[in-house]
C-alpha cells in the first residue's frame, strides 16, 4: 500500500514514458532521435531552472524557459571546450548524456510525486490549454508534412549549415576551424545551433541531411509553443497563449517559410527568444536573483546562437524594462537596474572567448574599413516579402489587439509596440532624425512658453541632433531582417487582443459562457484548418530546391566510388556581389561526400581575399559559359586538376552535350537526369571529337 501511494499519476506516466524511451532506442537512428531530441532541449534547463528559481511558472512558460536554457547551455558547454583546447569525444558524450538522464529522471520522480502548487484549473485555463495543445501537435503535424517530399534542405544557406554540424561531429568541438574541408580558420560565424545538432546526430546515429530535415521542421513546431509561452507571460490570460501559438503555427507564412531558406539558425535564436523574455520579466517583477541568472544563461548562449537575433532580443528587454520602469519609484527601479546590468556583464563574461574572436574577426576590422555601415539596396524594403499573405490580416488583429490593449492600459501591449518601434528604428536609423526634430521642437515650444530654460536647452540639442543629418544603418539589422520576424511580435498582440475579448464571455454570466466558449474555440480551430491549408503550399519555394532524390542517389555513389581527393567541377552561378552558389545536387558534395568542389559552400567568403578571388572568378568561368567558350571550360579543368564533373540535367549552365563523346571524359553515372563524367585528359584534345 505504501509503495502505490508512490505511484502518483504523474510518476506512472514517468514509468511509461522511460519504457517508450527505451524501446524506441533500441528501434533505430530515427527512434534515438526521438529520445535524445527532448531530452537535449528540454532536460538541461529544467535541471538549472528547477535550481535556481523557487517560485514555479505554469508549464507553458517553464517550457519555453527549458528549451532556451538548454539550447544556451549546450552552447556554452562546447565554447569553453573551445577555449580550453578540449573535445567531447563519444565516450564523454555518452558519460555526460547518461548522467544528464539519471539527475533528469531523479528530478521529475520528486517532483511528480509532490501535490500541485497551484489549485484546480477554471475553465478559461483548461480551454486555454487544451486549445494551446491542440495547436501545437496540428503545426508538428503540418511541418512534418510540408518537409516529407524533401531529401536535402533547401537553398544556400543549409549547405554551410550541413558542412559546419559536420565538422562539429568529426572533432567533438565547435566549428571555428573548416580543415580539411576550406582554408578557413578563426571563423567568426555563429555556432551554437550546428553544436546542438550535431550532439544529437552523434547520440542517434541519424544521417546528416534526414537530422537537419527532421530536427528544423520540430525546431520550427515548437516556436509556436514558445511564442505561446510568452503570450502567456505577458498578458497573463491562457487565450492570449492559445491564439499565439495558431498564429505563429497555422497562420503567418513566417517561420513555415524558413525551411525554404534553411535559415536554421535564425529559427534556433529565435525559439530562444522567449525563454529568455520571460526570465528578465520575471526578474523585473522581484520574483528572485535566480531569474537573472536564468536570463543571463540565456542572453549568453543566444549570443553563439544568432547574433542577429541576439540584437532583436535586446530591443524586447528594453522595451520590457522601459515599460514596467515607468510609474515605478527609484527605490524600487533601481536594485532591478543593477540587477539587469549584472546579468548583461555576466553574459559577457560568459561569451568572453566567443566575443574576443568576433572583435578581432569582425568588428574591428568592420570598423576600420568602414563596413559597419551598410549601403546600396541592402536594406530596401521588400514589399513582396512584407505583405505575403495573410499579413494584411495579421496586421489589422494586431492593430485591433494593441487598441485593445493601450484602451486598458495593458503593460503588455505597450511593451510590444514599443518593441516593434524599436525595430523599425534599428533598421531605419534615419527614422530617428524626424524623432528628434519633433521631440525637440515640442520641448522648446512648451519649455520658453514656461520659461523653463533648462528643459529650452534641451530641446535645443535634441534639433541640433537632428539637423546632423540622417544616421546610416547598421548591416546586421535590415528590413528584410525584421519583416521575416514580425510573426512573433504580431502574433503577441493579436493573442493579447483575443484574449481581452474572451474575458468579456464572462460578463454574460456562467451559463452563456458554458456554451459561448465551445463555439469560439471551435472557430479557431477552423481558423487554424484554413490557415494550415492556404499555407501549405507556398511553405516551399521550387526555386530554392536544389537538389532530390536522384541527387541524394549519386551523392551516395560518389561516397563509394570516387577516391576522397577526388576534385570535382560544379555548376555555378551569382549569388550576391562578393559571393556565387551552386545551382544543382553537385554543390552537395563536399558537406555530405567531403569531395573537393569547385563551388564551395559560401563559408569560402571568411577565407583570405585571395582566396575567395581565386574561387569567385573560378565560379565565374563556369556561371558565364556560352557555347563556343569551351575552351574556357577545359582550361579550367586542366588548372583545377578535375578529376570528376557533376552535372543535372536542365540545372546550370554546363550540361553533359559539353563533355559526352570528347576524348579524355567518361561517363561513369547516369541515372534520373544526374550525370557524373570522370577526367582523363592526359594526352587528349578535349575539342576534337
Not at 35 to 50: D, H, K, S
Not at 78 to 85: E, H, P, S, T
Not at 443 to 451: E, V
Amino acid at each position: 500500500m505504501a509503495f502505490a501511494r508512490l505511484l502518483t499519476t504523474g510518476r506512472r506516466l514517468l514509468i511509461a514514458v522511460v519504457l517508450a524511451a527505451v524501446v524506441a532506442t533500441l528501434a533505430g537512428p530515427t527512434g534515438r532521435m526521438t529520445v535524445a531530441l527532448p531530452l537535449m532541449l528540454f532536460a538541461p534547463g529544467y535541471l538549472v531552472e528547477r535550481h535556481l528559481t523557487a517560485a514555479r511558472l505554469p508549464i507553458l512558460a517553464r517550457l519555453a524557459v527549458w528549451l532556451g536554457l538548454s539550447l544556451g547551455v549546450i552552447a556554452l558547454i562546447y565554447q569553453w571546450c573551445w577555449a580550453g583546447g578540449l573535445a567531447i569525444s563519444t565516450p564523454v558524450l555518452w558519460g555526460a548524456t547518461g548522467i544528464l538522464t539519471l539527475l533528469t529522471l531523479g528530478a521529475l520522480w520528486h517532483d511528480l510525486g509532490q501535490p500541485a502548487s497551484t489549485g484546480p484549473m477554471t475553465a478559461g485555463q483548461r480551454w486555454g490549454g487544451t486549445l494551446t495543445g491542440i495547436f501545437f501537435l496540428m503545426t508538428l503535424a503540418l511541418r512534418l508534412i510540408e518537409s516529407a517530399d524533401l531529401v536535402l534542405p533547401p537553398w544556400v544557406d543549409s549547405l554551410h549549415h550541413a558542412l559546419l554540424v559536420r565538422i562539429a561531429v568529426e572533432t567533438g568541438t565547435a566549428p571555428l576551424s573548416l580543415m580539411p574541408y576550406l582554408p578557413v580558420s578563426q571563423l567568426p560565424y555563429h555556432w551554437g545551433y550546428h553544436v546542438v545538432i550535431a550532439t544529437l546526430l552523434r547520440l542517434s546515429a541519424m544521417s546528416l541531411p534526414d537530422g537537419m530535415l527532421l530536427t528544423g521542421q520540430i525546431l520550427n513546431a515548437l516556436q509556436a509553443l514558445t511564442v505561446a509561452a510568452l503570450a502567456l507571460t505577458l498578458w497573463r490570460r491562457p487565450m492570449a497563449a492559445s491564439v499565439a501559438a495558431l498564429v505563429v503555427g497555422l497562420v503567418s507564412l513566417m517561420p513555415a517559410y524558413y525551411l525554404s531558406w534553411g535559415r536554421y539558425t535564425q529559427l534556433t535564436g529565435l525559439l530562444v527568444l522567449p525563454g529568455l523574455a520571460i526570465a528578465w520579466h520575471q526578474g523585473l517583477a522581484g520574483r528572485g536573483r535566480g531569474w537573472w541568472v536564468v536570463a543571463a544563461l540565456s542572453l549568453a548562449g543566444l549570443s553563439l546562437i544568432h547574433f542577429r537575433v541576439l540584437l532583436l532580443g535586446a530591443a524586447l528587454l528594453a522595451a520590457l524594462s522601459l515599460v514596467w520602469a515607468c510609474g515605478q519609484r527609484w527605490a524600487v527601479i533601481r536594485p532591478q537596474l543593477i540587477a539587469a546590468t549584472t546579468a548583461t556583464v555576466a553574459a559577457v563574461v560568459l561569451t568572453a572567448p566567443w566575443l574576443a574572436l568576433l572583435a578581432t574577426r569582425t568588428l574591428l576590422p568592420a570598423v576600420a574599413d568602414g563596413g559597419l555601415v551598410g549601403g546600396g539596396s541592402y536594406n530596401a524594403l521588400s514589399d513582396g516579402l512584407l505583405w505575403v499573405a495573410p499579413n494584411r490580416l495579421l496586421v489589422a488583429l494586431a492593430l485591433g489587439g494593441a487598441w485593445a490593449g493601450l484602451r486598458r492600459r495593458s503593460q503588455a501591449a505597450a511593451s510590444v509596440i514599443l518593441w516593434m518601434a524599436l525595430l523599425a528604428l534599428m533598421a531605419n536609423p534615419w527614422l530617428l532624425t524626424y524623432l528628434l526634430a519633433a521631440t525637440g521642437a515640442v520641448l522648446l515650444g512648451a519649455a520658453l512658453l514656461q520659461r523653463r530654460f533648462g528643459l529650452a536647452a534641451i530641446g535645443g540639442v535634441l534639433l541640433l541632433g537632428a539637423a546632423v543629418g540622417p544616421l546610416p544603418y547598421f548591416w546586421l539589422i535590415t528590413n528584410d531582417a525584421v519583416v521575416i520576424s514580425l510573426f512573433l511580435p504580431l502574433a503577441l498582440l493579436i493573442g493579447g487582443g483575443a484574449a481581452l475579448l474572451d474575458t468579456r464571455l464572462a460578463d454574460f454570466g456562467p451559463n452563456v459562457a458554458r456554451y459561448l466558449r465551445p463555439i469560439w474555440a471551435v472557430s479557431l480551430v477552423v481558423a487554424g484548418l484554413w490557415g494550415a491549408q492556404a499555407n501549405r503550399a507556398n511553405v516551399i519555394n521550387q526555386a530554392t530546391v536544389l537538389a532530390g532524390p536522384a541527387d541524394r542517389a549519386a551523392l551516395a555513389w560518389v561516397v563509394d566510388n570516387t577516391p576522397t581527393d577526388a576534385r570535382f567541377l560544379v555548376n555555378a552561378g551569382p549569388w550576391l556581389s562578393s559571393a556565387r552558389r551552386g545551382t544543382d545536387g553537385g554543390w552537395w558534395l563536399l558537406p555530405l561526400a567531403g569531395r573537393y568542389t569547385t563551388m564551395p559552400p559560401v563559408m569560402y567568403v571568411y577565407g583570405t581575399p585571395a582566396y575567395v578571388a581565386h574561387v569567385n572568378a573560378v565560379a565565374d568561368v563556369v556561371a558565364n559559359y556560352t557555347p563556343g567558350a569551351e575552351q574556357s571550360i577545359f582550361d579550367l579543368i586542366a588548372a583545377e586538376r578535375i578529376t570528376h564533373i557533376y552535372l543535372t540535367e536542365g540545372k546550370g549552365p554546363l550540361q553533359a552535350e559539353l563533355f559526352a563523346g570528347r576524348p579524355g571524359f567518361t561517363q561513369v553515372y547516369a541515372q534520373d537526369g544526374v550525370m557524373i563524367f570522370a577526367v582523363e585528359l592526359a594526352g587528349a584534345n578535349p575539342l576534337k571529337r
